[in-house]
């Protein structure tokens, strides 16, 4: 029966017409698997579900009314109870300020004398606090952490420009300067001691105990509004975030914003290739039913006869459908190898670009693989019976 029924439709097959929609499934397909495979992998670099908290230090942007007005490019209170609300941002912490002139001067082999800037923050996000952190009323030694960045600039700016030794980590520590704080209130002398450095605060911090005190009782005692924060986030590559920051026009540190504009960019443009992917599939569906419309059209008399002899639509109906699961069967074969090849390019490539992504296929991907070809083959397959059993 199978050669009978081979030597009819193989006459009325358009071979290139089936091809062309085979390499159209082809082509779709491994753009949708692809597309999908890299958005949930830029999805789980952006978005770890085990990432801990991490830090971002953020400002007004300082505009030519700031200048003109000398108004203060700061955040009002509406702000941070805008900033809060935020399900991006787990903790706001503010950045205080010295109100107060800073004067540290040395003698010795390293003498110096010049106007520094203090600043405090919560305690719990400084990070690892050193042990000699703090300081309570009627304490003269004052515990400071000040930048690396500040240290280098020391090292291989200050120093070298005036014929001053250079000082390590280490040693630093072991160092005292006299600071001298003068305010409106009066003034007061401490011996200040760097107790640790900070990967994270560009600045050079003082305990928050110090820094009250300091202001309300030698300083002008003013209630202001902070200038920088320090937001406490899960996730500092969350897209969400740099389009908040923008809209309301806050700054920070451009390069911690580069993966979230870079993984917003790439969620979009997959999102793209996978909607074009779609349309592929779509089109060689459309294209794959006419062929089997225009086959079982033009042979309809040889099936009417067939049906006379005793052949039912469902022997008819297995030997194209037969054909087309073989051919469907080869083209995901294809599309599998092609697959395998283009996420083991793409995943080598992130992860020599630092980004650590997990080898091998996702799931979901396989699962709408599985969807796409289970519902193009079962559509196919009605459409078939469908047409066979009004002929019948």
Request: hydrophobic share 45%.
């Given at each position: 029966?199978?050669?009978?029924?081979n030597?009819?439709f193989r006459?009325?097959?358009?071979?290139?017409?089936?091809?062309?929609a085979?390499f159209?499934?082809?082509l779709?397909?491994?753009?949708?698997l692809?597309?999908?495979?890299?958005y949930?992998?830029?999805?789980?670099?952006?978005n770890?579900?085990?990432a801990?908290?991490?830090?971002?230090?953020?400002?007004?942007?300082?505009?030519?009314?700031?200048?003109?007005?000398?108004a203060?490019?700061?955040?009002?209170?509406r702000d941070?109870?805008?900033?809060?609300?935020?399900?991006?941002?787990?903790?706001?912490?503010?950045f205080r300020?010295n109100?107060?002139k800073?004067?540290?001067?040395?003698?010795?082999?390293i003498?110096f004398?010049s106007?520094?800037f203090f600043?405090s923050?919560?305690?719990?996000?400084?990070?690892d606090?050193p042990?000699?952190?703090?300081w309570?009323?009627?304490?003269?030694?004052?515990?400071?952490i000040i930048?690396?960045?500040f240290?280098?600039l020391?090292?291989?700016g200050?120093?070298l420009?005036n014929?001053?030794?250079q000082?390590?980590?280490?040693?630093?520590?072991?160092?005292t300067?006299?600071v001298?704080?003068?305010?409106?209130q009066?003034?007061a002398?401490?011996?200040g001691?760097?107790?640790?450095?900070?990967?994270?605060?560009?600045?050079?911090?003082?305990?928050e105990?110090?820094?009250?005190?300091?202001?309300?009782?030698i300083g002008r005692?003013?209630?202001?509004?902070?200038s920088?924060?320090m937001?406490k986030?899960?996730?500092?590559?969350?897209p969400?975030i740099?389009?908040?920051?923008?809209?309301?026009?806050?700054?920070i540190?451009k390069d911690?914003?580069n993966?979230?504009?870079?993984?917003?960019?790439?969620?979009?443009?997959?999102s793209?290739?996978?909607?074009?992917?779609?349309?592929?599939i779509?089109?060689?569906?459309v294209?794959?039913?006419?062929?089997?419309?225009?086959?079982l059209?033009?042979?309809k008399?040889?099936?009417?006869?067939?049906?006379?002899?005793?052949y039912?639509?469902?022997?008819?109906?297995?030997?194209?459908?037969s054909y087309?699961l073989?051919?469907?069967?080869i083209?995901v074969?294809i599309?599998?190898?092609l697959?395998?090849?283009g996420?083991?390019?793409t995943q080598?490539?992130?992860?020599?670009?630092?980004?650590?992504?997990?080898?091998g296929?996702?799931?979901?991907?396989?699962?709408?693989?599985?969807?796409?070809?289970?519902?193009?083959?079962g559509?196919n397959?009605?459409?078939?019976?469908?047409?066979?059993?009004?002929?019948a």
């Amino acid at each position: 029966m199978n050669k009978i029924l081979n030597k009819i439709f193989r006459s009325r097959r358009s071979r290139g017409q089936f091809l062309f929609a085979g390499f159209g499934f082809l082509l779709g397909l491994l753009m949708l698997l692809l597309s999908v495979q890299l958005y949930v992998q830029v999805n789980k670099v952006l978005n770890p579900k085990n990432a801990y908290p991490e830090y971002l230090i953020v400002s007004k942007q300082v505009r030519l009314g700031n200048m003109l007005t000398m108004a203060r490019a700061d955040f009002s209170k509406r702000d941070l109870r805008n900033l809060k609300k935020q399900a991006f941002i787990e903790e706001v912490g503010q950045f205080r300020s010295n109100q107060y002139k800073v004067i540290a001067y040395a003698k010795g082999q390293i003498p110096f004398y010049s106007e520094l800037f203090f600043e405090s923050v919560p305690d719990d996000m400084i990070g690892d606090l050193p042990k000699d952190w703090g300081w309570k009323e009627g304490q003269k030694l004052l515990p400071v952490i000040i930048s690396k960045n500040f240290l280098d600039l020391y090292n291989f700016g200050y120093a070298l420009g005036n014929g001053l030794p250079q000082i390590s980590r280490s040693t630093i520590g072991l160092l005292t300067v006299s600071v001298r704080i003068e305010g409106p209130q009066g003034k007061a002398e401490f011996k200040g001691k760097v107790v640790g450095f900070s990967e994270r605060i560009p600045s050079m911090i003082v305990p928050e105990s110090f820094m009250l005190w300091a202001n309300k009782n030698i300083g002008r005692n003013e209630d202001v509004n902070p200038s920088r924060l320090m937001l406490k986030v899960k996730n500092p590559a969350d897209p969400a975030i740099a389009k908040y920051l923008e809209k309301k026009r806050i700054q920070i540190n451009k390069d911690r914003l580069n993966a979230s504009k870079a993984g917003g960019v790439v969620k979009i443009v997959m999102s793209v290739i996978s909607l074009l992917g779609a349309f592929f599939i779509g089109l060689s569906f459309v294209i794959f039913m006419m062929n089997f419309r225009v086959v079982l059209a033009e042979a309809k008399n040889e099936i009417k006869l067939l049906m006379q002899l005793g052949y039912t639509p469902g022997m008819i109906g297995r030997n194209l459908i037969s054909y087309f699961l073989v051919f469907v069967a080869i083209l995901v074969a294809i599309t599998s190898g092609l697959l395998y090849y283009g996420i083991s390019v793409t995943q080598k490539f992130m992860i020599d670009s630092g980004l650590e992504v997990s080898k091998g296929i996702e799931p979901v991907a396989i699962l709408v693989g599985l969807v796409f070809v289970g519902f193009t083959v079962g559509v196919n397959i009605l459409v078939v019976m469908r047409m066979l059993n009004k002929q019948a």
